[in-house]
T-cell receptor
């Protein structure tokens, strides 16, 4: 069954340190995409980064990078030089191109950045 | 170019009433997804539609919930005879389907927060 697993319900990190948020996925599809979204306390969903299953290079967007390990079916988000404004919920999601583009989400990780 | 518009932002209903949540996708987007989020939880897939067609409704409860995306007008998520357990944030997101890449694959609305008294 298609599934996204985020095993860290909450994390506390010191400001300016790097953070890795874990995400593993389960799919039998060959073509899929992986996303990360940020949800601050205000509630909106903010797109961070996207990785296609056929992309050979790991995706990067500013301080965000996606550590894509296809054989392990993991798509961890790395935030470099964390800032207080990074405190939020983070969701990993998967686009299943073989299933009419259904998109499912993990349960999220709540990240707290400490001053 | 307006983003995904959801209304109402907040809706209060008494048990047994009906709730209608509307979603206007981004211009040029042909597909709409609906998700439900309970407090401190992730987004649970409900339904995925294109104009006049439901593509996947595997996440919709079998009773009381329905969704449509008519040829004209917004997509509507309808909850009949609401119960307290329906209290949640309901997010809509739209997708262009063709020419997707990265950030434009899925654009979210601000959500509609339903409270059932």
């Amino acid at each position: 069954a298609q599934k996204i697993t985020q095993t860290q319900p909450g994390m506390f990190v010191q400001e300016k340190e790097a953070v890795t948020l874990d995400c593993t996925y389960d799919t039998s599809d060959q073509s899929y995409g992986l996303f990360w979204y940020k949800q601050p306390s205000s509630g909106e969903m903010i797109f961070l980064i996207y990785q296609g299953s056929y992309d050979e290079q790991n995706a990067t967007e500013g301080r965000y990078s996606l550590n894509f390990q296809k054989a392990r079916k993991s798509a961890n988000l790395v935030i470099s030089a964390s800032q207080l404004g990074d405190s939020a919920m983070y969701f990993c999601a998967m686009l299943m191109e073989g299933r009419d583009d259904k998109i499912i989400f993990g349960k999220g990780t709540r990240l707290h950045i400490l001053p | 170019n307006a983003g995904v518009m959801q209304n109402p932002r907040h809706l209060v209903r008494r048990r047994g009433q009906e709730a209608r949540l509307r979603c206007s996708p981004m211009k040029g987007h042909s597909h709409v997804y609906w998700y439900r989020q309970l407090p401190e939880e992730g987004l649970k897939f409900m339904v995925y539609l294109q104009k006049e067609n439901i593509i996947d409704e595997s996440g919709m409860p079998k009773e009381r919930f329905s969704a449509e995306f008519p040829k004209e007008g917004p997509s509507i998520l309808r909850i009949q005879q609401v119960v307290r357990g329906d209290s949640a944030a309901y997010f809509c997101a739209s997708s262009p389907r063709q020419g997707r890449s990265g950030a434009n694959v899925l654009t979210f609305g601000a959500g509609s927060r339903l409270t059932v008294l």
